[in-house]
């Protein structure tokens, strides 16, 4: 059974589309992650929710919209898609925001991979 | 801010070498270290941890110690092997909201 899971895989879209991608995990955790990977490898968090509201937000441009509609599930849907948002983006779970927790790992999907044509 | 720094890759090695990535911290507080592994086409794999200062985290013979006095968590491994090659990722976790703050990441590639 997969822990952390992505859909779609690979998107490919034109600039100035509206797209979505999905996460789901089963753990049962409390907190979900979005990441973003660049071309370079860097990864940088993007959002963080936990129990459906919203905890982190990176100073992502406001294009781009999570969305918890129960805490097993985190979206995140992007408006009017530019070049720059190509990237693989990662989704991730852990049992707990606060990080003083043994439990802090986080579990990573297997990511999608965004391009902007 | 919280920072993280790895040094560049690639790093290439032959089989049955000796690996150190070195990986060093800028933090308030004591946060928890980590390294992740990517490997080609897949996603990040928790490779080991260490929650406080001297503490060590060990996997698949990998280590890294937690060393509050020079700020670093240096990755090493006795003996690579082939199927090492990855992408391997130095992070600190925020104490507030637990976000990860990654370093740049560094290429391993090993040779047989």
């Known amino acids: 059974d997969t822990a952390v899971s992505q859909t779609p895989k690979y998107l490919v879209t034109q600039m100035g589309n509206d797209k979505s991608i999905k996460c789901e995990q089963n753990?049962?955790?409390?907190?979900m992650y979005w990441y973003k990977q660049d071309s370079k490898k860097f990864l940088k968090i993007m959002f963080s929710?936990?129990?459906?509201?919203?905890?982190i937000n990176e100073t992502v441009p406001n294009r781009f919209s999570p969305k918890s509609p129960d805490k097993a599930h985190l979206n995140l849907h992007i408006n009017s898609l530019e070049l720059g948002d190509s990237a693989v983006y990662f989704c991730?779970?852990?049992?707990?925001?606060?990080?003083?927790?043994?439990?802090?790992?986080?579990?990573f999907g297997p990511g999608t991979r965004l391009t902007v044509l | 801010g919280n920072s993280v720094t790895q040094m560049e890759g690639p790093v290439t090695l032959s089989e049955e070498a000796f690996l150190t990535i070195n990986c060093t911290y800028t933090?308030?507080?004591?946060?928890?270290l980590f390294w992740y592994v990517q490997y080609p086409g897949e996603g990040l794999q928790l490779l080991l941890k260490?929650?406080?200062?001297?503490d060590k985290g060990s996997n698949k013979g990998f280590e890294a110690t937690y060393r509050k006095e020079t700020t670093s968590f240096h990755l090493e491994k006795g003996s690579v092997q082939v199927s090492d090659s990855a992408v391997y990722f130095c992070?600190?976790?925020?104490?507030?909201?637990?976000?990860?703050?990654f370093g740049a990441g560094t290429i391993l590639r090993v040779k047989s």
């Open positions: 991730a779970s852990s049992p707990s925001p606060w990080g003083r927790e043994a439990s802090n790992e986080q579990f």
């Open positions: 753990l049962g955790h409390d907190t």
């Open positions: 929710y936990n129990n459906k509201e919203l905890i």
């Open positions: 933090a308030t507080g004591y946060p928890s």
């Open positions: 260490a929650t406080k200062a001297d």
């Open positions: 992070a600190l976790s925020d104490l507030y909201g637990n976000k990860l703050v």
